[in-house]
């Protein structure tokens, strides 16, 4: 089955397929469709960041989770999860499901994310091969060290990180300081 990685699931607020849109004209027009996140951690209870490649359409160089993106139609969400991470990071590594959360957040002046997310976690420490086409570094960091890097720069972020970061915070049994 050959993947349609331009086109995004469309979908109403209980996850229900509405149909599939191009991802471009999703993000401008605002329609809800279907997306993953994952959130990795390393021995010392890092969390891993990427920066987004400086060429993406949007939110371009800011730092957001590991991975973010679309299943694509057809895919299940979680091989979905795991094609992204080796296509993204060069990492394979199990995944749990975190939660899944609705969300709507103004990326540009002219762009949209209004996504059903499936967040999901998993443990990684090994190497990290990133693909520079997708992301522009990343960055090992401890929740005390993001929690001040926030609260200092919140613009260096995705418009969506924080959303989903006190999602995954919650699912792990944490406060937010942020």
Same mark, same amino acid.
């Given at each position: ?30 329609? !809800?469709?279907?997306? /993953?996140? *994952? ?8 969390? $891993? %960041?990427? =920066? ?32 992204? !991470?080796?296509?993204? /990071?060069? *990492? ?8 899944? $959360? %609705?969300? =709507? ?74």
């Amino acid at each position: 089955m050959m993947l349609r990685k331009d086109l995004v699931i469309l979908v109403n607020n209980r996850d229900e397929w509405m149909g599939t849109a191009e991802k471009h004209s999703v993000h401008i027009s605002g329609a !809800l469709h279907r997306a /993953l996140s *994952i959130f990795l951690v390393n021995e010392n209870g890092e969390m $891993l %960041l990427q =920066q987004r490649a400086l060429g993406k359409y949007h939110s371009a160089g800011l730092w957001t989770n590991a991975c973010c993106s679309h299943p694509a139609p057809g895919e299940p969400t979680l091989s979905a999860a795991h094609r992204r !991470l080796k296509e993204e /990071l060069g *990492i394979e590594t199990k995944l749990v499901p975190v939660k899944d $959360l %609705l969300y =709507q957040a103004r990326v540009s002046d002219d762009l949209i994310e209004h996504e059903y997310d499936h967040i999901f976690t998993g443990k990684f420490s090994g190497t990290v091969s990133p693909d520079p086409e997708e992301v522009a570094a990343t960055k090992w960091i401890s929740h005390a060290d993001l929690e001040a890097w926030m609260k200092r720069e919140p613009n260096a972020f995705t418009a969506w990180f924080p959303i989903l970061l006190e999602a995954w915070y919650q699912h792990q049994g944490m406060q937010v300081a942020i």
